[in-house]
């Protein structure tokens, strides 16, 4: 039996050179004439040691990393398929410990599995929940996903089950299931792994979804600038319906469900699910007012459930291992886990999933390792662009809806983006104002026009003009969008900007006649 050689095409570890390191390796098996075959396989989340590069052996799976193209004929020699010695061994990739310490339930496959071997997808465990689900009434699929308290992990927290059942419950000819992948902040990547990675689990939890509703038809809204993932996608649904999972007669059963990839062309605004309708439905993402809700009046006028990738791809474990299973995760009102993005200037960025209820500072300190340029944490910002900046004196906060809540901050998508103290926060601040004013769809004024103002605002403070009564205005300012915004846009533009104004005050009185051109901002 050939030997298998595991090299991420996970788009973190094509940008860090696994293609070129592919294609060398394949050379190097031909031209030795070694019984070996190449498998893609998606990112196990450990991007500094990315490509990260594993075999099969005998005794289970041995890493290297990270692996470049130049390297591959000295592990070749130091007896790479035997798991070989080599100042690139990491050995038993599940005994690091980053992944030790994690609870993986939604990404127990990902970097294992071929993403695209609906064979290996059954051998781990895929398709236990559809399997379980087929066999049961609408209701008790709705019950069970209540019961586990999923929660939506898009960034709005709003309980799964709740609008599942909202659209069992309407009436129509026709419903439908969209899958929110349009994956626009800052720091986050868990949706382009879990979909470049283990595409079926994806599929999986639509077709759930849409067992559990009465919905017949589904949509993946993908955002233009994830190719890799649009590809895998694509290819999986193909697949799928080949193998009888989707189409007519789901897994052999009275169930029909079928769907198709939607790609948008990069709004940051059609994330908000009632301008992502407004695309998919072939119009400008611009967003809706409600109500109607969704559940009731969605895709072209009928019932649609609007769930983010991995809340999606949480139900195959529920309805496989049980809602009691499931909400044993957790903390409070937040069950399960989560998978936390860390990103920015940071020692050990990647992806770490875990039960709610670690500190921020355990996430930032032990499991990223601190800063990359070795200088003091001087702020975090979890929940993208729009999420709010904490301070150390904030690190003993839980990862938590309700502990970040109540300490005037956002888990959202749950990225965390990591700043030394060399950041300045009011420029941070001023482009949290700006990034809305780009984005803006328009529609409202509050956002449209006051994150325009804010910027402004933000610029007469760091040339010293008025300070007081500027920082006054833009105090005002956040408080018209907090709550005139029409959605989170403008909605909450303010977290990153109050929280930057309240935690670093400093930074927002800068020495008297130093005057200089506002630079971009880290995003």
Avoid at 23 to 38: E, F, P, T, Y
Avoid at 318 to 347: E, L
Avoid at 402 to 424: M, P, T
Wanted: glycine share 12%.
């Amino acid at each position: 039996m050939s030997v298998k050689i595991y090299i991420p095409g996970d788009s973190g570890a094509v940008a860090l050179g696994a293609d070129r390191l592919a294609l060398s390796m394949q050379k190097a098996v031909r031209a030795q004439n070694l019984d070996a075959v190449i498998i893609r396989n998606g990112s196990r989340g450990l991007y500094w040691l990315e490509p990260m590069v594993e075999v099969e052996t005998e005794t289970g799976r041995i890493a290297y990393g990270p692996v470049r193209a130049s390297d591959v004929d000295g592990l070749l020699a130091a007896g790479l398929l035997e798991g070989g010695d080599h100042p690139l061994l990491l050995g038993d990739p599940e005994a690091l410990p980053f992944l030790k310490r994690q609870t993986r339930l939604t990404f127990a496959r990902c970097g294992i599995t071929d993403p695209l071997s609906l064979d290996d997808y059954r051998k781990h465990g895929g398709l236990a929940g559809l399997t379980n689900a087929v066999a049961m009434e609408p209701k008790a699929i709705v019950t069970q996903v209540t019961e586990s308290g999923l929660r939506g992990r898009g960034g709005a927290g709003f309980p799964t089950g709740i609008k599942w059942n909202t659209v069992l419950e309407a009436q129509a000819p026709q419903k439908y299931i969209v899958c929110n992948a349009d994956e626009g902040d800052s720091g986050t990547f868990a949706d382009r792994m879990i979909m470049e990675g283990d595409p079926f689990l994806v599929i999986e939890g639509m077709i759930i979804a849409g067992i559990a509703t009465g919905a017949t038809k589904g949509y993946v809204y993908l955002r233009s600038e994830y190719p890799h993932a649009i590809l895998a996608m694509n290819r999986a649904v193909v697949i799928a319906r080949e193998a009888g999972v989707l189409g007519a007669s789901v897994l052999g059963s009275d169930h029909a469900f079928d769907m198709e990839i939607r790609v948008g062309a990069g709004a940051y605004v059609c994330g908000e699910e009632t301008a992502l309708l407004e695309s998919l439905e072939g119009r400008r993402g611009v967003v809706r007012a409600k109500p109607p809700l969704p559940a009731h009046k969605g895709f072209l006028g009928r019932p649609t459930v609007i769930n983010n990738v991995i809340s999606l791809a949480s139900v195959p474990v529920i309805m496989d291992k049980g809602a009691d299973y499931y909400r044993d995760f957790g903390m409070g009102r937040s069950r399960g886990t989560i998978p936390i993005q860390i990103a920015g200037n940071v020692k050990h960025g990647g992806l770490f999933e875990a039960a709610f209820g670690m500190t921020l500072g355990e996430l930032i300190d032990d499991i990223g390792g601190g800063t990359a340029t070795g200088r003091p944490v001087k702020a975090v910002q979890v929940g993208g662009p729009l999420g709010a900046y904490f301070p150390r004196e904030l690190f003993d906060t839980p990862f938590d809806y309700e502990a970040f809540a109540g300490k005037d901050g956002l888990i959202g998508h749950a990225g965390i983006v990591v700043f030394d103290d060399s950041a300045d926060m009011l420029k941070q601040a001023r482009f949290a104002f700006e990034f809305c004013a780009v984005e803006s769809c328009g529609k409202c004024t509050p956002c449209r026009i006051g994150s325009t103002r804010g910027v402004e605002v933000a610029d007469k403070i760091r040339d010293g003009i008025e300070t007081e009564s500027q920082i006054t205005l833009m105090t005002d300012l956040c408080n018209t969008m907090k709550f005139g915004s029409l959605c989170a846009l403008g909605g909450f533009t303010p977290y990153p900007v109050m929280s930057a104004l309240t935690h670093f005050p400093d930074d927002f009185r800068p020495t008297p006649g130093m005057k200089s051109p506002m630079p971009q901002a880290a995003e």
